[in-house]
């Protein structure tokens, strides 16, 4: 079993920062490509960051010079730095892990971020 733990979401003011943190344990094997993604309201499931195993990220436009992924392989860690925060990136924020040769993902529980004006 792999359990995927998520940390860090909360209500901020429009500007202002928060710093997830997703950790991977259990049955941890060859670990792939980590990532965030996110749940807007009247909205699809959306990915919002990816991180690549040699560390190449890509990053949605909508963040992209606000949000920054990063990962701790040996704590078998990914993090999103969101910063600028806006009211439209309100939402419950995912972690997903990719592992092994046949790339299965797993998902987090989810954690609420809540961005006021």
């Known amino acids: 079993q792999v359990q995927l733990v998520e940390s860090g979401g909360g209500l901020v003011q429009a500007g202002g920062s928060l710093r997830l943190s997703c950790v991977a344990s259990?049955?941890?094997?060859?670990?792939?490509?980590m990532g965030w993604w996110r749940q807007t309201p009247g909205k699809q499931r959306e990915e919002v960051a990816v991180i690549s195993t040699s560390a190449g990220t890509i990053i949605a436009d909508s963040v992209k010079g606000r949000f920054t992924i990063s990962r701790d392989n040996a704590k078998t860690a990914v993090y999103l730095q969101m910063n600028s925060l806006k009211p439209e990136d309100t939402g419950v924020y995912y972690c997903?892990?990719?592992?092994?040769?046949?790339?299965?993902?797993?998902w987090g529980q989810g954690t609420q971020v809540t961005v006021s004006s």
């Open positions: 997903k892990v990719e592992m092994g040769v046949g790339r299965t993902d797993y």
């Open positions: 259990g049955s941890i094997f060859k670990l792939q490509t």
